[in-house]
């Protein structure tokens, strides 16, 4: 008795499953939220002149400045948007390792090239900023206007008191030097007569900015060079609505199209919620099945009542039922017959009328004939087989209750 009860006990207790369910869930969700957005989850701030560095080098502090004056700034991590973009492209150079990758890059229309002047020690105890700085080799600026297509060179000059800008005289402060951009390819927007700080290549909106201090964190400590980075800003644009981006991918901060997020980006949203419905559901339906293990059985199952299963599906299959009202009321009365000791040479009209004297069926009040004339024809429905059926036998059953009842 004992082994049979142990052998049909649940094998997990209720709480177990469900603490079993629920960290499996979390877990595939952390995986899935770390596969997806581990990307997004790095610092970025690390020293260097590149768009997501608060280094005095970097670029993010003029991506702040702009976003606070509530213009459409965004940091884009898409080589695609190197080829095609709409808006005005900010492409901040570094004078290390960016040559080549510049070598079959065509600029495009919209775009602002922001070339180097520095090169930094990263201070390891705090990565996001410089140990120390220094000027940067002029070869190494020169070479990424190689690559460009771009037949120019640099100098740099003592800082002049004030420059003629298109808006006006304005006394700009880089730090040390100015650097400028000497060629007679270039058409100058602001220069001195060393060489142009902003140059703009003829024919094309393609801008050229010598001395980055004019925009990056330590230059933008002064006034004037933030007042000329706003106003060179809005000098490239052509509405208040084209968004302004810097690129991030030539500094090696790459992002493929993650497809986990665009599941739940739009239009993938609704298909993704729907399937996690569907998965909730599923698990749900899983987790409530949980009970004893079925034991294994016989293929053919013994017995007289794996015997009425099958006759009974076979009638089912063979779509039959109705057809067994007059075989099943001819088996009633001949059963009844033998179980009240009824004579054997009686017909089936003299037996119809010996069991109506005994009597109707307690519920309905239909005697035996009135309950026999639905039964001998074939009946209408499955459910109207069941009904007459059930008349008949629970008038059997008051018949036999009766008759062990009954004192005489």
């Not at 004030?162 to 000497?182: N, W």
């Not at 075989?327 to 009824?342: D, E, F, H, T």
Request: no cysteine.
């Amino acid at each position: 008795m004992s082994d049979n009860t142990q052998s049909g006990a649940a094998p997990f207790a209720v709480r177990t499953v469900a603490i079993l369910i629920a960290v499996a869930v979390f877990s595939f969700g952390a995986i899935m939220v770390l596969a997806g957005w581990s990307p997004e989850l790095r610092d970025r701030d690390r020293a260097g002149d590149h768009p997501f560095s608060t280094s005095a080098i970097g670029y993010n502090g003029f991506i702040r400045l702009l976003e606070a004056q509530g213009y459409p700034v965004e940091t884009s991590r898409f080589k695609s948007n190197l080829d095609g973009h709409y808006g005005l492209m900010v492409l901040t150079l570094s004078p290390r390792g960016m040559s080549k990758a510049l070598e079959d890059y065509e600029p495009q229309d919209g775009t602002l090239i922001v070339l180097p002047k520095w090169s930094g020690m990263v201070d390891w105890t705090n990565p996001s900023r410089l140990k120390d700085t220094d000027l940067a080799n002029e070869s190494s600026i020169d070479a990424l206007l190689d690559a460009l297509d771009i037949d120019a060179e640099i100098v740099r000059t003592d800082v002049p008191q004030r420059v003629s800008t298109p808006f006006g005289r304005m006394a700009l402060k880089p730090d040390l030097e100015m650097q400028l951009v000497r060629s007679d390819d270039l058409t100058p927007i602001v220069a001195t007569r060393n060489g142009a700080l902003l140059a703009q290549i003829p024919g094309r909106d393609i801008y050229i900015l010598a001395d980055p201090d004019m925009i990056n964190t330590f230059g933008l400590a002064e006034r004037e060079n933030a007042r000329f980075a706003m106003q060179m800003i809005n000098m490239m644009r052509y509405s208040d609505d084209e968004p302004i981006l810097f690129d991030a991918t030539l500094h090696g901060f790459n992002q493929s199209e993650n497809l986990l997020q665009m599941m739940f980006d739009i239009p993938f949203l609704a298909v993704t919620l729907v399937a996690l419905a569907a998965a909730l559901l599923l698990g749900w339906a899983a987790s409530i099945r949980f009970g004893p293990p079925a034991r294994e059985t016989r293929a053919i199952a013994l017995g007289k009542q794996a015997l009425a299963d099958n006759s009974a599906g076979l009638v089912s299959m063979a779509r039959r039922e109705t057809r067994m009202a007059p075989g099943y009321l001819s088996l009633i009365r001949r059963r009844l017959a033998q179980q009240i000791g009824a004579p054997r040479n009686l017909t089936e009209a003299q037996l119809s009328e010996l069991f109506d004297r005994l009597g109707p069926e307690e519920t309905s009040g239909k005697t035996f004939s009135q309950i026999e004339a639905g039964l001998r024809g074939p009946a209408a429905s499955r459910e109207d087989l069941m009904h007459k059926a059930r008349d008949l036998w629970r008038w059997r059953r008051d018949i036999l209750r009766r008759s062990m009842n009954d004192p005489s």
